[in-house]
């Protein structure tokens, strides 16, 4: 069988490891599989996503369907137009928080949301099947622009006017939510300093990625801006992360567990993925939520299944009653929303979470049944209680501390997680992971 998924949607270095006959095949393949009908096709602002978004057009009219064209859109207004639109399915060309050099596609179902692992599965089984696809009649391109327009409208009508507006920075990460989250946060009332709102490929200011060092730079400015605190998204602005007044990036589990206060849950399943922090989890039980873990970059899949009222992992934000797609601009007009009804409520929930966690990227590339070896034997010192390999590999020590291994579906990177309460064994954890990591590193 044909692989072609990561962990959401196709991702590879342009012209390189991922090529446009490659993304019409694939767009070829979903349109052929799907049906005839309606398709929606938006792109980000990398150097390759116009041509890949050309491409995406091409494969969808060739096989005799018809596509809504959203132009230069956030995923988010994506999952939304496909949705509000009615169409089968929708395809983001977006590489999301990747490199520069990368292109990649993400593909959304009728509901908005990215597609499951079974709907991967068929598609990538189809790819292998040699068959002609064009169609002896052409599909039209419709030009859509208002989708933006329409989602700025549904996002803003969810939420009071601010009573006590907040002075917000917004670091867009150079691309395309500059065009829409400041927008938004202004029409609710707010004072928005835009940071990094131009649209740039080359991604000028720092990489899309918004990890607290390259956000090191909108951090130490933040202070001096008087603001709030700042928010700041990737590159298609499906992730949010916040800074304090200080200049502080704020840990993923304090956004999460402000978005759960904002929404008002008190029941139901809440999905988080597994390397998702304990304090999230705590919060939800305190709040009455079930929680049940998910791999990462499925967690939506598993809320549609569970029939949950909430679902994250670290730095996104899935709210099934305005979708079923990670949001960070939806997620940034939430939390606005929460702390200007109450701005010492950020202060508070950080004094309280006594969790630290910690996310270290190493570019490497690991076979996991060596690496599962290489950290059992590395670990046996630590009191184990507990293994686990819903996604990756996890340790579970017995004070509730636990260090977990993940390589990417998207880059050549494996990701060590850890958290304690300690410090000293967040430390130990950590140092012990990354050697764990580079001793096995097949590349």
């Known amino acids: 069988m044909v692989k072609a998924f990561g962990t959401a949607g196709v991702r590879g270095v342009f012209n390189r490891t991922q090529t446009p006959e490659q993304v019409y ?7 052929f599989a799907s049906g005839r009908g309606r398709y929606g096709v938006g792109w980000d602002g ?9 491409t995406v057009l091409s494969a969808v009219n060739a096989v005799g369907s018809d596509a809504n064209v959203f132009g230069l859109v956030p995923t988010p207004v994506l999952a939304f137009g496909t949705r509000s639109r009615s169409c089968i399915a929708g395809f983001s060309v977006t590489a999301s928080h990747n490199p520069a050099e990368f292109s990649g596609v993400k593909v959304f179902n009728g509901k908005g949301m990215e597609l499951p692992k079974g709907d991967e599965e068929r598609i990538e089984r189809a790819m292998g099947v040699d068959v002609m696809k064009p169609s002896g009649r052409f599909g039209l391109l419709v030009p859509d622009e208002e989708v933006v327009d329409d989602y700025v409208e549904a996002v803003v009508s969810r939420y009071h006017l601010a009573s006590q507006p907040l002075r917000i920075a917004v670091d867009c990460a150079s691309g395309p939510g500059g065009l829409v989250t400041p927008e938004i946060l202004k029409r609710l009332g707010h004072q928005v300093v835009p940071v990094n709102a131009q649209v740039s490929w080359r991604f000028p200011a720092r990489p899309p990625e918004p990890t607290a060092a390259n956000l090191t730079d ?13 928010f700041a998204h990737d590159g298609d602005a499906d992730r949010l992360v916040m800074v304090d007044a200080t200049g502080n990036v704020v840990p993923d589990s304090i956004l999460t567990i402000l978005a759960l206060r904002g929404l008002g849950l008190n029941r139901g399943t809440a999905v988080i993925s597994e390397n998702s922090s304990s304090a999230v989890a705590e919060e939800a039980e305190r709040l009455g939520l079930t929680v049940k873990r998910s791999r990462v970059g499925k967690t939506f899949a598993v809320l549609e299944a569970e029939g949950g009222v909430f ?3 670290p730095s996104k934000v899935v709210d099934p009653a305005w979708g079923l797609w990670e949001d960070g601009i939806n997620a940034s007009a939430l939390v606005s929303s929460l702390l200007s009804s109450d701005r010492g409520f950020l202060g508070r929930v950080i004094q309280d979470v006594k969790w630290r966690y910690r996310q270290t990227n190493i570019r490497a590339a690991v076979r996991m049944d060596a ?4 950290v059992r034997e590395s670990f046996r010192k630590f009191r184990v209680s507990e ?35 300690d410090p000293q064994v967040l430390d130990s954890l950590t ?6 990591v580079q001793s096995s590193n097949t590349s």
Do not use: H, N
């Not at 690496?371 to 290489?374: E, F, M, V, Y």
């Open 25 to 31: 095949r694939l767009a070829e393949t979903i349109a």
């Open 46 to 54: 990398r150097k390759a996503s116009a041509l890949l978004a050309k």
């Open 218 to 230: 909108f951090a130490r400015m933040i202070p001096a801006l008087g603001v709030d605190f700042g």
């Open 311 to 313: 679902a994250s992992e």
């Open 371 to 374: 690496l599962t070896a290489k």
């Open 387 to 421: 293994e686990r390999s819903l996604d990756g590999l996890k340790l579970v020590l017995a004070d509730g501390s636990w260090v977990m291994f993940r390589p990417s579906g998207t880059e050549p990177i494996t990701r060590v997680y850890c958290e304690s309460k």
């Open 431 to 436: 140092q012990l992971g990354i050697q764990c």
